[in-house]
Each structure stands twice: as structure tokens, then as C-alpha cells.
């Protein structure tokens, strides 16, 4: 993701290719350079199969979904961040019981800011659960403001389940 304010691309975890584990890293891109940042904060202890991207709105990058360990993360993380580091700040889902629509775990969803509607957007992928068992691929459309917990959108026509999708907003 690039997040205008530090005028770099962050890369954060992924899954390490000869062992498996989620990683819990950050690297920062200069345009000629990978470097390490300093990360502060409540994050990730380690993340694969995530979305991430800059929150216009917010003025952070935005983490979403993914999988902890084996796990199913339904957390989503905010990044304060300057040219060589990022502070992290869960932001849990509101929880049942409060008319917000929270979107189950799910991992390799397509994510994206949504610049005209102000809004994070969140669309397919596949479910998770906390046992680290895969279930349904999902084609469900989720959207977040700066203000508001998650959405699910009733949408009539959409593509069908996917995983592993891009998603870009132009």
C-alpha cells in the first residue's frame, strides 16, 4: 500500500515460504531500496493472506482479515506512519448486539479505498475460522467509513465467490 503522507509502499507480513509462519514484519519501498520499519503499537503479532491499503479517510493504512497463525483474524488494524516506521492500533469489530453487521474471517478478500464514497471496501475471500479450518469462498460486498462499523451491501449483481482477487480503486 502507499500511503501518500509517508510517500513510500509498505509491505507488511505475509507467510515465510520455507516454514509457513505468518510474519509479522514491515518493509518499507523508497523507489530504489527495501528497508525495515520501526513498528510500535498494538499489531499483528504475525499475517498472511490480509488486505491492506491507504484509508484516504483516515489518513492510515488500513489491515484487514487475514490469518493469525492458523487462526481467523476479524480485527482490523490502523497504521500512523512516517517514512521509516508505523504505530499500530487495533480496532476491534463492534461486536454483536450492536446493529452493526460484522463481517465473519475471511482470508485472501479483495480490499481497497473507495475515494468517491469515502469508505474502506471489502469483497470476497474465503472464511475462516478460529481452528484455522477454510470454509465457504465467499461473494459478499462489506464497506467501512472513518465513523461507521462494517456494512454488509445488498448488491443484485456481483461476481461470484473468489479469493486471491485484486480490487483497486480508479
Do not use: K
Request: charged share 15%; aromatic share 10%.
Amino acid at each position: 500500500a502507499f500511503p501518500e503522507s509517508a510517500g513510500r509502499t509498505f509491505l507488511v507480513g505475509g507467510r515465510d515460504a520455507a516454514t509457513g509462519a505468518t510474519l509479522a514484519d514491515v518493509w518499507i519501498w523508497n523507489g530504489t531500496n527495501w528497508g525495515t520499519a520501526a513498528v510500535t503499537g498494538n499489531g499483528p503479532t504475525g499475517i498472511a493472506f490480509h488486505g491492506l491499503t491507504w484509508d484516504r479517510g483516515r489518513q492510515r493504512l488500513a489491515l484487514v482479515g487475514g490469518m493469525t497463525g492458523f487462526a481467523g483474524s476479524d480485527v482490523m488494524y490502523l497504521g500512523d506512519v512516517t517514512p521509516t516506521s508505523i504505530r499500530w492500533t487495533a480496532l476491534p469489530n463492534p461486536g454483536a448486539g450492536t446493529g452493526v453487521v460484522d463481517p465473519p474471517s475471511r482470508i485472501r478478500a479483495g480490499t481497497c479505498y473507495d475515494e468517491a464514497h469515502a469508505r474502506l471496501v471489502w469483497f470476497g475471500g474465503q472464511l475462516l475460522d478460529n481452528g484455522g479450518n477454510y470454509g465457504a469462498v465467499v461473494n459478499t460486498v462489506h464497506d467501512r467509513t472513518a465513523t461507521s462499523g462494517w456494512v454488509l451491501r445488498p448488491v443484485a449483481q456481483r461476481p461470484v465467490g473468489v479469493i486471491e482477487a485484486g480490487l483497486a480503486y480508479d
